[in-house]
């Protein structure tokens, strides 16, 4: 049975589940509340993204969108860079570089995820 550990910041928050396999394996799922401040969402992203790994989390995972959505009158909608813009990919690969991790992320023009998986 996965146990689970909560980090939660004001309008954030982390979740650790670690699972009981021959080997102890542990991850984070990211899961902010995006305004349309990109840079302050990438800010508070990085902070969870380290408070995550030191926790000891070696997989880390964020959402689709974490790095900004603001609404048009009833509609949602997120903030879209062209991927060579995107201010999400030289933050987080800067941060992946110090952790110590290999970074996979997939942008769209509407949607930015990264997944981490930090090195044993």
């Not at 984070?28 to 969870?48: F, K």
């Not at 909608?77 to 992946?96: K, N, T, Y």
């Amino acid at each position: 049975m996965p146990r689970h550990d909560t980090l939660s910041p004001p309008r954030a928050s982390v979740m650790i589940a670690v699972m009981t396999m021959p080997t102890t394996f542990t991850a984070a799922c990211i899961q902010n509340s995006a305004t349309p401040d990109v840079g302050h969402n990438i800010a508070r992203c990085l902070d969870l993204v380290r408070a995550a790994a030191t926790a000891g989390a070696r997989f880390i995972a964020l959402p689709e969108y974490f790095s900004g959505l603001h609404t048009e009158g009833p509609r949602i909608v997120p903030v879209a860079f062209a991927e060579g813009d995107h201010p999400v990919l030289p933050a987080f690969a800067a941060a992946a570089r110090d952790l110590g991790a290999s970074r996979r992320a997939t942008t769209r023009s509407t949607c930015s995820m990264s997944i981490w998986a930090r090195r044993a």
